[in-house]
T-cell receptor, first 115, second 115 residues
Framework: EAQVTQNPRYLITVTGKKLTVTCSQNMNHEYMSWYRQDPGLGLRQIYYSMNVEVTDKGDVPEGYKVSRKEKRNFPLILESPSPNQTSLYFC??????????????FGSGTRLTVV | AQSVTQLDSQVPVFEEAPVELRCNYSSSVSVYLFWYVQYPNQGLQLLLKYLSGSTLVKGINGFEAEFNKSQTSFHLRKPSVHISDTAEYFCAVSVPNFGNEKLTFGTGTRLTIIP
């Protein structure tokens, strides 16, 4: 089954304790991206990657890091989490826009609480 | 930069009645348009998309949307709603071949079906 897999689904952590949220896709998509969803703000892009070893900032990158060492994996790293990073996080993948199958496939989400 | 406006944050509708969820976008260049649905405690699922061709797009679960370039709109419609349509609906836009392949989302419309 074509899917984007995120882990964990739920995470409670303390301020300053480094954490990683994993994301993996099995569709051989070039493009991957992380979004955070907050009430009243919709979804905002954190980072994106156009292909292996190619990553760039989205609209709200502060406090986050990513890496793309393999095509299928795109982990999100919070080196020193703070309470304002409490949110619902989604990973997504897609072919590039030149492909007629362009359109994001989303993971099930990770609900992160930083206390 | 492109942007999306969903004017209605909440829409209550009686079961079996028709519904229209409004979406307007802003962009100086051609765009791709999407509607996603988010059921409670789940990720986002693609309902339908407009990349090119016919301006009337049919999606899953009986939904359709019409791309109106002159009015910069992409309203979502369903002739008869069911309880299972209760969810949050997001309109999104991207600019093809512009580098980021990014989807910019509206703030969402919560559709509540009244029995």
């Amino acid at each position: 089954e074509a899917q984007v897999t995120q882990n964990p689904r739920y995470l409670i952590t303390v301020t300053g304790k480094k954490l990683t949220v994993t994301c993996s896709q099995n569709m051989n998509h070039e493009y991957m991206s992380w979004y955070r969803q907050d009430p009243g703000l919709g979804l905002r892009q954190i980072y994106y990657s156009m292909n292996v070893e190619v990553t760039d900032k989205g609209d709200v990158p502060e406090g986050y890091k990513v890496s793309r060492k393999e095509k299928r994996n795109f982990p999100l790293i919070l080196e020193s989490p703070s309470p304002n990073q409490t949110s619902l996080y989604f990973c997504a993948s897609s072919p590039l826009t030149a492909n007629t199958n362009y359109g994001y496939t989303f993971g099930s989400g990770t609900r992160l609480t930083v206390v | 930069a492109q942007s999306v406006t969903q004017l209605d944050s909440q829409v209550p509708v009686f079961e079996e009645a028709p519904v229209e969820l409004r979406c307007n976008y802003s962009s100086s260049v051609s765009v791709y348009l999407f509607w996603y649905v988010q059921y409670p405690n789940q990720g986002l699922q693609l309902l339908l998309k407009y990349l090119s061709g016919s301006t009337l797009v049919k999606g899953i679960n009986g939904f359709e949307a019409e791309f109106n370039k002159s009015q910069t709109s992409f309203h979502l419609r369903k002739p008869s709603v069911h309880i299972s349509d209760t969810a949050e609906y997001f309109c999104a836009v991207s600019v093809p071949n512009f580098g980021n392949e990014k989807l910019t989302f509206g703030t969402g419309t919560r559709l509540t079906i009244i029995p």
